[in-house]
């Protein structure tokens, strides 16, 4: 038998590896743009959360910048007061018929003022105080007496006070705001004017307010951080208004009763451009007791 001759190695098989650092090296940027997107999927979802609470934030001071509003426009739309375009051009009457009605419908307690011969007496430094909260410096108060509907506000020059007779005056108008836009150093403001009689109630027994019969766009100018009324402006009805259906055929009118007065309330600078209508303006608008 023939030998066989065997040769023996230390080396084990050497495997190549080119192909693998080939592989590796194909996409050396792959791990990185992973890691980029991770990174770029939380950032979307935190700014997702942000956004829906800064949403849910914007709505909630939009909603109560126009309750304010609204509050604030009671006296001043009620008896319908002319148009103007500049504070300087308006009616001084119509001005401290505003003025006065907003104090009498503040937060006032039955014995803050004095009451002579059926009529309560206002102090003319409040009238002044309520003026300029509503309509600024710029054009001062002329103090005079007040004619208005079924109702006349005596000026006492000597003592420098206003008589107030003890009766009831269902206002013409009620506001509801249903746009803010904000520009600069103004707001303007949309105001839906509603028919204090065309209230009805539907069948559920809630009360549904009627079709506005105007819109107005009343102007707040800025001035030493406030917003003041600069000018009251006619205007035609916006593109989407929203307002509560009309009552359905066999709704019956009910009549509206004497109730405390709500409080005059100065609202928030803030203001952007918001299509909206509100709750505050809603309710069935009451008779004001001018004293009682």
Excluded: C
Excluded at 56 to 63: L, R
Excluded at 89 to 114: F, H, N
Excluded at 166 to 185: A, I, M
Excluded at 245 to 256: K, L, N, R, Y
């Amino acid at each position: 038998m023939a030998d066989e001759l065997v040769t023996f190695t230390d080396k084990a098989p050497v495997k190549s590896t080119t192909k693998k650092k080939n592989r590796k090296r194909a996409h050396p940027w792959a791990f990185w743009l992973g890691l980029l997107i991770a990174v770029l999927s939380v950032i979307g979802l935190v700014t997702v959360v942000l956004t829906g609470i800064g949403v849910a934030k914007y709505v909630n001071i939009k909603t109560k910048n126009i309750d304010e509003y609204n509050k604030m426009l009671i006296p001043v739309v009620m008896n319908d007061p002319d148009m103007f375009d500049d504070i300087s051009k308006a009616d001084m009457e119509q001005l401290l018929d505003i003025a006065i009605w907003s104090v009498l419908r503040g937060d006032i307690s039955p014995d803050k003022y004095e009451y002579v011969e059926n009529n309560m007496i206002i102090p003319e430094e409040d009238v002044t105080a309520a003026y300029t909260k509503l309509f600024g410096t710029e054009v001062p108060p002329v103090h005079a007496t007040v004619s208005g509907y079924g109702y006349e506000f005596v000026y006492n020059a000597a003592e420098k006070t206003y008589s107030i007779p003890l009766t009831g005056v269902e206002p013409t108008y009620t506001p509801r705001v249903t746009d803010v836009d904000k520009k600069s150093n103004t707001i303007v403001l949309t105001v839906a004017y509603l028919a204090a009689d065309g209230w009805k109630q539907n069948s559920q027994g809630n009360m549904v307010a009627p079709e506005p019969d105007k819109y107005v766009k009343i102007t707040l100018r800025e001035s030493e951080g406030n917003y003041y009324i600069a000018a009251m402006q006619s205007t035609s009805a916006p593109e989407i208004a929203t307002t509560q259906p009309m009552p359905e055929p066999e709704t019956t009118t009910e009549e509206a009763t004497s109730e405390p007065v709500a409080s005059d309330t100065q609202p928030a600078a803030e203001g952007e451009s918001a299509e909206a209508s509100s709750e505050a303006a809603s309710e069935e608008p009451a008779t004001t007791e001018i004293a009682g």
